[in-house]
């Protein structure tokens, strides 16, 4: 897809013609102008000539999940996901291709950091899905670090907020982050109803930075610092995602230690079964069940979210990885 052309085509036209053409491409998810029948003909086949709608992608299906492999205008590839759950369909995003980070668990981090994603090819893949589901919410968990696009990141959420545009509620988009406290604090100020959630996995630095290097520069504490911080000042719950390994941070002492820091009014804690890759394995079942059992015992406010998608790679640049 690109649209770059279109403002200098649409240049001279009236200025609600560009909040048209918004509403054409990402609120009615037209795939072809010949369906924008509301412009003139004249105006269409500029549009047809110089603007490409087609979306380059490779799916993968499995269950209740389907995977995008999208090409983009320079020839890199992004993952994106959709999820179907009984009441909504959630779109989970890249946000950069590649990722900087290099947790030693997460397939994206051996691909290194390519480059940002500009806020379109962001929108692209939400709209990729869009053509043929209804779209309920929006998650940044794919590829990349969010806050590390922060500017890319919001500007996308704008739209998709937008109601001449996706339309689709702040309340119903994450984001997800490793903790990178200049993005908590600047999310604070934005005034905007998404949900944040951060990417734990451990329950203290020593045994988080062993598995998220990242750790050594936004420790646990000052992550958690900057968490209350927000909370303050939103009053908005914060989602700690924990995804559970074995032998690495998912026995009884783990858990009573993440239940210590994790009893604070707005704090959630969201277990994760990991996608087993081939450095990592998931814990099986029973210990899953007795770690959630602890936490809960311990009065946390705790969900379970089992993985979609195994078979397809559809863990955070499996495929991608595999390609
Ligand atoms: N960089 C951001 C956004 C990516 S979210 C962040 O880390 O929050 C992707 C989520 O999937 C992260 O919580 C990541 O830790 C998790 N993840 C990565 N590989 C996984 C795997 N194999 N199984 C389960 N979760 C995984």
Do not use: W
């Not at 909040?19 to 500029?46: C, H, M, N, P």
């Not at 492999?69 to 999820?83: A, F, N, P, Q």
């Amino acid at each position: 897809m690109n649209l770059q052309q279109i403002n200098e085509i649409i240049e001279k036209e009236p200025a609600f013609r560009k909040k048209q053409i918004e509403k054409l491409i990402y609120g009615d998810a037209i795939d072809d102008f010949d369906k924008a029948t509301v412009l003139s003909l004249k105006l269409r086949e500029e549009l047809k000539e110089k603007v490409s709608l087609k979306i380059e992608a490779e799916v993968f299906k499995s269950k209740n999940t389907k995977k995008a492999l999208i090409t983009l205008s320079d020839g890199l590839k992004i993952e994106t996901v959709l999820m179907k759950h009984e009441d909504r369909t959630t779109v989970c995003v890249s946000s950069q291709v590649g990722c900087a980070l290099k947790c030693k668990f997460c397939a994206t981090g051996k691909l290194g950091l390519k480059r940002n994603l500009t806020s379109e090819e962001i929108l692209e893949q939400v709209l990729f899905f869009k053509r043929t589901e209804n779209i309920n919410n929006v998650v940044f968990m794919g590829m990349g670090e969010p806050f590390l696009n922060y500017d890319n990141v919001l500007e996308a959420i704008r739209t998709l907020n937008n109601e001449n545009a996706f339309n689709i509620g702040a309340r119903h988009i994450s984001i997800s982050t490793v903790g990178i406290i200049e993005g908590i604090n600047k999310l604070s100020n934005e005034k905007l109803q998404v949900n944040l959630a951060i990417s734990l996995h451990a329950p203290n630095n020593k045994k988080r930075t062993k598995i998220m290097p990242i750790s050594e520069k936004y420790t646990l504490e000052a992550i958690l610092t900057a968490v209350n911080k927000y909370i303050k000042k939103t009053n908005r719950k914060v989602m700690f995602e924990y995804t559970l390994m074995e032998n690495v941070n998912s026995s009884l002492t783990d858990a009573k230690e993440l239940a210590k820091i994790m009893r604070r009014p707005l704090y959630l804690v969201n277990l994760i079964k990991y996608n087993n890759t081939e450095d990592f394995k998931a814990p099986s079942i029973e210990t899953i069940k007795k770690f959630k059992g602890y936490l809960e015992k311990g009065g946390i406010y705790v969900t379970e979210r089992y993985r979609f998608g195994g078979d397809i790679h559809a863990a955070c640049g499996q495929l991608c990885l595999k390609k």
